[in-house]
């Protein structure tokens, strides 16, 4: 079946670096682009970024661009989003998902995704 799993969550302070990891199986990982989102205690889910399945086009909200990286290597079936600058309002669960369509672009819609992780913790102290 279909699985994604997070992982590189902690706990650093502001200004300091994460890489989160999304492996996955169950699926051809080089076909389908993946999206990163993250949610924060008490708001909707967001998405941060995503990228091709080919990995030659990204996507970033405005909010991390400049200081997070997508990128993904399709002979390991990964994902990493590389978060630099961190800022105490990127505390979040980060969560990575499947676009729904096989090569189709990602987009900034939740619903554009069917499959998710379970999410990694991500906490930047001041």
């Known amino acids: 079946q279909v699985q994604l799993v997070e992982s590189g969550g902690g706990l650093v302070q502001a200004g300091g670096s994460l890489r989160l990891s999304c492996a996955a199986s169950?699926?051809?990982?080089?076909?389908?682009?993946v999206g990163w989102f993250r949610q924060a205690p008490g708001k909707e889910r967001e998405f941060v970024g995503g990228?091709?399945?080919?990995?030659?086009?990204?996507l970033y909200a405005d909010s991390v661009k400049g200081r997070f990286t997508i990128s993904r290597d399709n002979a390991k079936i990964t994902v990493y989003l590389q978060l630099n600058s961190l800022k105490p309002e990127d505390t979040a669960v980060y969560y990575c998902?499947?676009?729904?369509?096989?090569?189709?672009?990602?987009?900034?819609?939740?619903?554009?995704?069917?499959?998710w992780g379970q999410g990694t913790q991500v906490t930047v102290s001041s």
């Open positions: 990228i091709r399945w080919n990995g030659g086009t990204t």
């Open positions: 998902a499947r676009r729904k369509r096989p090569f189709f672009s990602s987009t900034t819609a939740t619903n554009d995704y069917d499959y």
């Open positions: 169950g699926f051809t990982f080089s076909a389908y682009a």
